[in-house]
């Protein structure tokens, strides 16, 4: 008899460890898209901008975990900015790549469950337009800081030297930090809902976005 409820207890415990290991992903998976909100530069440039990211990683415990990200930014100026700075045809867009570190909050709440991430990663800021010669003595216009031209004197704000105007792309190091909200929706899929901040070291300007993401975890 005892040697029956031993063994019962040992199925059982197997039963119990298998489902808990079946609930617990260790590999990780996450894609997502919305809209991203500029800071500085950007939002005087480019304002709110849509964006995508997709990542995988894996989860060390249930509370702690870690990822690698890529993202796309898009970076295309406003219409007014475009018109107003003699940059018609403009496109441009960031994109990035980081490591993250990924604590869960331990407990849920009737299946809502929360998430603090902060990571480093590199940035890869491009703007375009067609090509064309500038003159010495052309009025400089703000925007134009993001192609890296030179002015004379190197004093802001005054004409610029004569140089061509193409496109122009700086890759910078730099962070991110926020947090997000998951809710089960089948098995082992969430439905995420993220605040990101992203601050990247440009030489010439810091680029500042704040994505709101919404997407899937599995």
Known sequence: MRNRILWLLVF?????????????????????????IGRH???????NS?????????????????????MYYDLGFRPSVKQGQFLNDQTGHMQSIS?????????????????????????DRTVSIPGRQLQAGTPYQPAWQWWDLTWQNNIFGTNLN?????SKSKIAGGFN??????YPLHDKTKLYVEWRYHRAYQSD???????????LRW
């Not at 079946?22 to 894609?31: D, E, K």
């Not at 849509?50 to 995988?56: C, D, M, N, R, S």
């Not at 331990?106 to 603090?116: D, K, Q, T």
């Open 41 to 47: 530069e950007v939002a005087g440039y480019v304002g």
């Open 12 to 36: 059982f415990g197997l039963m119990a460890s298998a489902s808990a290991q079946s609930i617990f992903n260790r590999l990780t998976w996450n894609a997502g898209a919305g809209d991203g």
């Open 205 to 215: 300007v810091q680029t500042i976005v704040m994505p709101v993401t919404v997407g």
């Open 177 to 182: 930090y926020g947090g997000g909200v998951t």
């Open 99 to 123: 490591l993250d570190g990924i604590v869960n909050v331990p407990r849920h709440l009737r299946g809502f469950g929360a998430y603090g991430i902060f990571g480093i990663g590199f940035y």
């Open 50 to 70: 849509i964006f995508a990211v997709a990542g995988g990683g894996m989860n060390f415990t249930r509370m702690f975990g870690a990822d690698a990200e890529y």
């Open 162 to 166: 004569a140089q061509y105007m193409s």
